[in-house]
């Protein structure tokens, strides 16, 4: 018999790993989710079959999975009161929530943190997850199982570096939709019709993440094979390396990587600041 997952959150994340689960196999009587309003509730309900309420308490009740998927901002009031089972595994997707924090607030030790992206809702994504070593296996391979419906996976060894998990693959998505733009712009700007443009900077884009992910090759060795010496590519590449887009990425996401520590920091002094768990 498959364990109860329990949703305290139901927005987009939420509900691509809820689909990955059903489409896995998972019974929908398995699934609940707690979201803030009634209108929310009978959405969520409707669209994947499961019971959905506003009673988070209830929901968590005899969970062996607890998923926190709510913004960062309102994980605190979210999780306010929450006693999830004592052998329950929490998982966290919300960015700069640190392990400690959700430790303090929810009275439980067992927290695994990660850090998925938005193709999760193409199941399409790929997500880094960290927990206390200490921790025991089961509740790797339960948050695997969770992330694992809508993706890859991957584990770091410390809790540091889900923030530059965050800056490389959370926002990952962002960059990516950022540069098929310029690059649609600037097909455009050289004479190319808006639709022509676009097709051509989407599916370039694919098919080389394509060739990156299937070729067993590092990414520069295959730049160099389709460079060739004194080509059309190979002025494109040196007028990119001229203007600093190297360091300018590396940057790029050292500024998204510090943002996300600075938001564990805020919520670390707010937890230090606030009550633990509420005693049964």
């Known amino acids: 018999m498959q364990e109860l997952i329990a949703f305290v959150g139901g927005g987009n994340m939420a509900a691509s790993l809820i689909g990955g689960l059903l489409a896995a196999g998972h019974r929908s009587q398995q699934l609940r989710v707690a979201v803030k309003t009634t209108a929310s509730a009978r959405r969520v309900g409707e669209r994947f079959g499961v019971a ?11 969970a062996g999975i607890v998923v926190l998927a709510v913004k960062p901002q309102l994980m605190a009031a979210a999780v306010h009161g929450l006693r999830p089972a004592p052998d329950a595994t929490v998982l966290s997707v919300a960015a700069g929530v640190r392990c400690a924090t959700l430790a303090h607030w929810l009275g439980t030790a067992n927290v695994v943190r990660a850090m998925p992206n938005t193709p999760a809702l193409f199941r399409a994504g790929i997500s880094g997850l960290y927990c206390d070593p200490a921790l025991p296996a089961l509740h790797r391979t339960r948050a695997e199982a969770v992330l694992g419906s809508v993706g890859g996976t991957c584990w770091v060894p410390a809790e540091a570096q889900i923030d530059a998990v965050t800056a490389l693959s959370g926002c990952g998505p962002a960059y990516y939709f950022y540069l098929t733009e310029l690059l649609r712009e600037a097909g455009a700007a050289l004479g190319l019709d808006a639709a022509t443009a676009a097709r051509l900077a989407h599916d370039t884009f694919i098919g080389a993440a394509a060739m990156a992910r299937d070729a067993g090759e590092d990414e520069a060795r295959l730049r160099e094979q389709v460079t060739s010496r004194g080509g059309s590519t190979e002025a494109a590449l040196e007028h990119l390396e001229g203007a600093g887009v190297r360091r300018i990425f590396r940057e790029a996401l050292a ?25 049964a």
């Open 52 to 62: 959905c309420g506003t009673d988070a308490a209830a929901a968590i009740a005899g």
């Open 255 to 279: 500024a998204a990587d510090a943002r996300a520590r600075l938001r564990g920091d805020e919520l670390a002094l707010q937890a230090a600041g606030s009550p633990g768990p509420a005693t």
